[in-house]
């Protein structure tokens, strides 16, 4: 299985809605990353989990709250959202320390649409 | 922090022609190269990867190549087919992972 899976797929929500968007992933990977990709964009970082830890947060604003219940899945929680946090919202996974033999698997997305 | 600079943004080619896309990079602690591709919705998926130690590399119609004192590294596309359509992501590592800007790659048949 060399699957990421996202759910949903397609999400809309309004500036005081709560909602949540899970990944899971069964490699065995200890490395598990948020990333956000708005359209004709590349991909960024948002978060990472190492170990089940939040290793990497790039500065992002607290509406959104990622959790990591354990190596399997991963969270991104999300509150408060303004229409321009409306993107692609990519998980993935790898073993930790990147490399060739240990890449970057990516899941299909959640695409987020803030009214 | 690591910046990479990835060029053309777009580029159309002849099918069966050659396509090359560049990227450079700041960091020169970054030790591993990859390239994605990610078709129109799709998830970007890794076509090759390079490290730093090596100039070189090879997979079918595609290859990568690695200058490590310039700080800049490309991908060659031969034989061009209409599948190869999509946009192009370089990236580098250093601790995280850095995307190049893309490089929308036609195919014209």
Known sequence: DTEVTQTPKHLVMGMTNKKSLKCEQHMGHRAMYWYKQKAKKPPELMFVYSYEKLSINESVPSRFSPECPNSSLLNLHLHA??????????????????????????????????L | ?????????????????????????????????????????????????????????KDQRIAVTLNKTAKHFSLHITE????????????????????????????IP
């Open chain 1, 81 to 114: 959202l303004q229409p321009e946090d409306s993107a692609l919202y990519l998980c993935a996974s790898s073993q930790p320390y990147v490399g060739v033999g240990r890449e970057l698997f990516f899941g299909e997305g959640s695409r987020l649409t803030v």
């Open chain 2, 80 to 107: 061009t087919q209409p599948e190869d359509s999509a946009v192009y992501f370089c990236a580098a590592f250093d601790e995280k992972l850095t995307f190049g800007t893309g490089t929308r790659l036609t195919i």
């Open chain 2, 1 to 57: 922090g690591e910046n990479v600079e990835q060029h053309p943004s777009t580029l159309s080619v002849q099918e069966g022609d050659s396509a090359v896309i560049k990227c450079t990079y700041s960091d020169s602690a970054s030790n591993y190269f990859p390239w994605y591709k990610q078709e129109l919705g799709k998830r970007p998926q890794l076509i090759i990867d390079i490290r730093s130690n090596v100039g070189e590399k």
